[in-house]
């Protein structure tokens, strides 16, 4: 039985980077790496739920990616989430595994 390499061959690395994103079919824009960014800090506090990570979005200024103005609630939150997903998975379609 052939042992496992600790570290990748360079074309498996490559091709590892490659697959890191494949959901993406386009990069993700300024607003809306802002908003993962804030999000995974949130996220590492340990808090969840959605009311409060709208509190913390609005409390940190975090912009809206869609360009709204207004302040975060959860429907908001949702939405932005919503229109997000719904342009990634367009970019997929219509390009496949991303950049």
Do not use: C
Request: net charge negative; proline share 6%.
């Amino acid at each position: 039985m052939a042992s496992a390499s600790a570290t990748p061959s360079p074309t498996r690395a490559a091709h590892h980077d490659d697959l890191v994103h494949q959901s993406r079919g386009r990069p993700l824009t300024e607003l809306e790496q802002g908003l993962a960014t804030a999000l995974e800090r949130i996220f590492a506090t340990g808090q969840h739920d959605f009311d409060k990570v709208a509190e913390a979005l609005q409390r940190d200024g975090v912009p809206r990616p869609s360009g709204a103005s207004g302040g975060w609630t959860t429907a908001v939150l949702e939405d932005e989430l919503k229109s997000i997903n719904a342009s990634l998975d367009a970019a997929y379609a219509e390009h496949g595994f991303g950049p």
